[in-house]
């Protein structure tokens, strides 16, 4: 009961959290276990360079709403999502795929 209304709290709407998830799950397991076909180090740089890129896309990507009067008489109250970069969300991103490269690059 605890859990389906945590699940239903948590609002993934966007390609951005579900990667966030999946690498994280991702990022546990290969911690814990020895993977067969792939190398460990590998799986690990990777899903962390996921999801370092995925949490920078998500502070990039946050949205303001802003609450303010439209209107001939300014009666009516209009609301407006604001998108805002954030430089630090870009580091991420370049950091997050920095790290998935050093991961490929053994690889191919």
Do not use: C, H
Request: no cysteine.
């Amino acid at each position: 009961m605890v859990l389906d209304k945590i699940i239903e709290r948590i609002e993934i709407k966007n390609w951005y959290q579900i990667l966030t998830i999946i690498s994280g799950i991702i990022l546990i397991f290969a911690l814990f276990t020895e993977t067969k076909y792939i190398p460990n180090k590998n799986v690990i740089l990777i899903s962390l360079g996921l999801l370092i890129f995925s949490l920078g896309e998500w502070m990039q990507r946050a949205t303001k709403v802003s609450i303010r009067e439209i209107g001939y008489n300014k009666g009516l109250l209009g609301q407006e999502k604001i998108r805002k970069m954030n430089f630090y969300g870009f580091l991420l991103n370049i950091l997050g795929l920095f790290i998935i490269y050093l991961g490929l690059k053994d690889l191919l």
